[in-house]
């Protein structure tokens, strides 16, 4: 998906497994309590594990990669968050809608990242204007319509999206980004106006008809401009128009959107140079090194065949053209062995400390996000920027009556 163009970026349920997809893992199935009795899923964080582990499952189902039983990531360090949240009455969750999305998830087709039963399983709580955190793993505090604007203090003020004709920024943190179905118009006095293609509407159906990629680009669906002589990508190309199709198995693709293994292999959406679709592959599967033709939680292994990604105390100097990788923890760049991610005041490197953690960039030391229940910008803690950390100087994220001071949080 190119979540990148789209107004409100990835779903919330793709911002749920954002960290676990970006591990590359997997795991074998749906190990998930009986969706059928909405009791069993009383607790939120036991949601939260049964829907990761669906939700890997389905990712290699249509992706394929590993199918070994890795459920290491998938800790209750990360789903605990889910519980505090719920507790501190920042969100509330709902049992009955949580079953039935466990129940949607396994028959969701490839092109569909959300279940229609996700966005019911919890809601923000926080009014407009009130004091919220950004959740750990993407649970919105405010109410609907509203997000955590954290641009100017940690904790950040619930606010609403800019409307038609408003003043407004295109970075997606402001305090004045556009409410859904609108777009940023650039100028000397930037405001929201109607967005000119069907992005803006979340959810674009099959044989809708479109004149390019990105009208077939929603919030929870990532379908392909298919025209009679294969994929649109570019509207001013004069090609013929098209309609919405599910991403390819096999064929002529131009981007890895295109496919639905995500491997477009000779594609170049530039030129308009039109490449193939490549099956996913799972281990095992014969493959080219440099080509990373595997599927998650996989890579290219020497012998040209996919192997699971190596997991802490392996090796991670992997073949050349690939990505170094590690299933549960991180490559260290010195020893290529794979190590745990960074617990509290360890050494970092940018994005190497645990879930719940930031890396200092003038310190280089883990600290904590700008989390519920977390000491970032409180008195004497590096100055928050979001979720990461400011280099030295002024305009750094503290708690209310402190300031940013040489990157630490001051009165």
């Known amino acids: 998906m190119r979540a990148e163009e789209s107004n409100r970026g990835i779903s919330t349920r793709a911002r749920l497994g954002m960290r676990v997809a970006a591990l590359f893992v997997c795991t074998v199935g749906c190990s998930k309590t009986s969706p ?4 069993d899923l009383s607790d939120p964080s036991a949601f939260c594990d049964a829907y ?17 039983a890795v459920t290491t990531a998938i800790t209750a360090q990360s789903c605990g968050s889910v519980e505090s949240e719920v507790s501190s009455g920042s969100v509330s969750y709902d049992p009955v809608a949580a079953s039935a999305c466990l129940d949607e998830l396994p028959v969701l087709p490839c092109w569909q990242s959300d279940a229609a039963d996700y966005s019911k399983v919890f809601t923000g709580t926080i009014p407009e204007g009130g004091t919220c ?24 003020v619930c606010t609403g999206y800019a409307q038609l004709g408003e003043a407004c920024s295109m ?9 859904n179905g609108l777009t940023c118009a650039p100028g000397s006095e930037p405001e929201c106006v109607a967005a000119a293609v069907a992005a803006a509407v979340p959810t674009p159906a099959l044989g809708t008809p479109c004149s390019w990629y990105f ?16 994929p649109i990508y570019d509207p001013s190309s004069g090609t013929a128009a098209g309609t919405c199709q599910p991403p390819r198995d096999d064929g002529p693709c131009l981007d890895p959107a295109d496919c639905r293994s995500g491997l477009c292999v000779g594609g170049n959406e530039a030129t308009a140079m039109a490449g193939v679709c490549m099956p996913p592959k799972v281990a095992g599967d014969a493959c080219t ?14 012998a040209s065949v996919c192997v699971v990604v190596p997991s802490v105390g392996q090796s991670c100097a992997v073949s050349a053209g690939t990505e170094q990788q590690c299933l549960d923890g991180v490559c260290d760049p010195v020893s290529l062995t794979c190590v745990p ?23 280089m030391i883990c600290v904590p996000g700008c989390f519920r229940g977390s000491a970032c910008g409180a008195s004497g803690q590096a100055c928050c920027n979001g979720l ?12 209310s009556g402190l300031a940013c001071v040489n990157a630490i949080c001051a009165t």
């Open 171 to 179: 970075d997606d943190t402001s305090s004045t980004f556009c409410a």
């Open 133 to 156: 955190f950004p959740a750990i793993l993407g649970l919105e505090e405010c109410v609907p319509e509203t997000r955590c604007v954290t641009n100017v203090q940690c904790p950040g």
């Open 341 to 363: 991610f960074g617990k509290l005041g360890d050494r970092c490197q940018v994005s190497t400390c645990s879930f719940e953690l930031v890396c200092d960039y003038t310190r």
């Open 215 to 230: 009208e077939c680009q929603g919030l929870d669906v990532q379908l392909t401009c298919e025209g009679p002589n294969g």
């Open 52 to 68: 990761l582990k669906a939700e890997l499952n389905h990712q290699v189902v249509c992706s394929g990669g590993s199918s070994a």
């Open 289 to 302: 090194p440099g080509l990373q033709g595997c599927g998650p939680g996989t890579y290219c292994g020497s």
């Open 388 to 399: 990461q950390i400011k280099a030295p100087g002024p305009g750094g994220l503290c708690n």
């Open 36 to 39: 059928g009795d909405p009791s």
